[in-house]
């Protein structure tokens, strides 16, 4: 059976530098990622930990590669349930390249397991966030979702 993966492909009115910080910045992380922060120092071998607005553990991972500002790899292994924490680390990676100006940035969510929760969990969910993300670069604004516990107009960081 084939292993599912997600590849999300956008482009972005940024520069490679910029979107590289964005990727790896907690406070800017919070901006798109609905309140919740990535932190890392972002050697290879180091821990990368998301913790959700309300500060639980939301995944955990592991750099495997950080290129400035080409490439940003690590693993991915949720903590929201016992199922999720059941599944193998899956690999997240994120690839930037100035096309014309504009920046291209390909995710490619792969290494997941056949019937993964998490596959389940971030498939769509990856869409939004890295939509979240292009919309914070190019206009200082996040999207705003209500299935991500903000309402329409509502910025971070405010209740």
Known sequence: ??????????????????????LKDA?????YWFGGSIISDWRVGSRV???????ALGWQG???EADEPRIL????????????????PSR???????????????LTHDQL???SKTFETTHYGWAAIMSSLKSVL???RPLAFARFGFAPGQREGTD
Do not use: C
């Open 92 to 106: 997240v990676t994120f690839e930037l390249e100035d096309v014309q100006g504009v920046v291209k940035l390909t």
């Open 1 to 22: 059976m084939n292993k599912p993966a997600t590849v999300y492909v956008t482009y972005i009115a940024s520069t490679p530098e910029k979107v590289w910080h964005a």
């Open 62 to 64: 592991e750099v495997l």
């Open 49 to 55: 930990l998301f913790t959700a607005k309300d500060g």
């Open 138 to 140: 190019e206009s200082g």
């Open 113 to 115: 397991e056949a019937g």
């Open 27 to 31: 406070e800017f992380t919070r901006q």
């Open 73 to 88: 790899s690590y693993t991915f292994h949720m903590q929201i349930s016992d199922d999720h924490k059941a599944e193998s």
